[in-house]
């Protein structure tokens, strides 16, 4: 029988975060969502998760994430909250863009990073973070979300960089491909739920060679990024 794990699910409202929420409830695990309204709450918990009340982007609310989850050791856990804004290099961010993409998809990340990353440790598990191609510096097909393309980059290097200090837990970040969701629109090609078995299938298969890399969903490993 395969075995039953404890999965947190950072952004599970909507999206790629509620069906992995999904599936791995529909899997027999044990998932934590994290949301921040109460529908969503009720939501999640009719799938039978457990749910914290968790608000990426403020620094009071996630300072209090590690007392949230006291005790537990996490075989995965899976950073998926983000926001994105489109202009291109045209335009200069505002100042209150800029700040909701930086503290939703890097400042979060980095301060969920050490309260999670030693749970995870403890369990020998994965901590994954949704990342994007339009992160991949080697590969610029142009200036479109130019501001959330450079915060996708700054998460990878967040987590490469983090790594080196918890040998015990495997960081990875992960391109979901681009999936039908709000954030992703209805012309993507992906369904959420393909993405979702792609990402957990790739995440399940991670060895110590992908610490702290980029990979695809499709099971890819990023040469560069
Ligand atoms: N869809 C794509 O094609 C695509 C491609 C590449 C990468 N990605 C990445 O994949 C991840 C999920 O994307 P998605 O397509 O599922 O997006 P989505 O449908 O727009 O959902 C975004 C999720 O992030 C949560 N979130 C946003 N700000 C938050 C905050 N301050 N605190 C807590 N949660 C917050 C949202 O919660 P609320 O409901 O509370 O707003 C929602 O659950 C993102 O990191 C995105 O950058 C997506």
Sequence with gaps: MPKKLSILVIGASRGIGLELARQSLADGHRVIATVRHDAARETLQALGAEVLTLDVANPASISGLAWQL????????????????????????????FDAVMHTNVLGAMQALPQVAPLVADAGGVFAFLSSSMSQIASVPGSDAWLYRTSKAALNMAVAAAQHSYPG??????????????????????TVQDSVRGLRSTVAGVTD??????????????AHW
């Design 169 to 190: 837990a495997t960081l990875v970040t992960i391109d979901p491909g681009w999936v039908q969701t709000d954030m992703g629109g209805g012309s993507a090609p992906l």
């Design 70 to 97: 006291d005790g537990e050791k996490l075989d995965q856990a899976w950073y998926v909250a983000g926001v994105i804004r489109r202009p291109d290099a045209l335009t200069p961010p505002t100042q209150q863009d």
């Design 209 to 222: 060679a992908d610490k702290g890399r980029l990979l695809h969903h499709d099971g890819r490993r990023a």
